[in-house]
Nanobody, 126 residues
Framework: QVQLVESGGGLVQAGGSLRLSCAAS????????MGWFRQAPGKEREFVAI???????????EFADSVKGRFTISRDNSKNTVSLQMNSLKPEDTAVYYC????????????????WGQGTQVTVSS
């Protein structure tokens, strides 16, 4: 059974940084597509970033336009962790952030990810 546990959320002022981490277990981590999604109150869950294997030891990253240039995603296959470094945070980044996993990449839609963490709150004050 896949388990994902996020950490690192909190309260930060606009312009600040946070680093989210997701510890995964119960899966062959290196082969899984790992994504970050977020959901603000009253809004649909939305894609933030993904890191997925495209062949051998090569991984591809992709970001939502709203976070491109500010967020980076990385993974450590030796520790079964994926991280989201968030810089230049804005109040509109406030949301619950979720780590997600799927055995193979289908799309960036949240409905195409089969395993989810419990979420971690990120609040950016203006």
């Amino acid at each position: 059974q896949v388990q994902l546990v996020e950490s690192g959320g909190g309260l930060v002022q606009a312009g600040g940084s946070l680093r989210l981490s997701c510890a995964a277990s119960g899966l062959t981590f290196s082969t899984y597509a790992m994504g970050w999604f977020r959901q603000a109150p009253g809004k649909e869950r939305e894609f933030v970033a993904i890191i997925r294997r495209v062949g051998g030891i090569t991984y591809y990253t992709e970001f939502a336009d709203s976070v491109k240039g500010r967020f980076t995603i990385s993974r450590d296959n030796s520790k079964n962790t994926v991280s989201l470094q968030m810089n230049s945070l804005k109040p509109e980044d406030t949301a619950v952030y979720y780590c997600a996993a799927h055995p193979s990449y289908v799309s960036n839609r949240w409905t195409d990810f089969s395993s989810w963490g419990q979420g971690t709150q990120v609040t950016v004050s203006s």
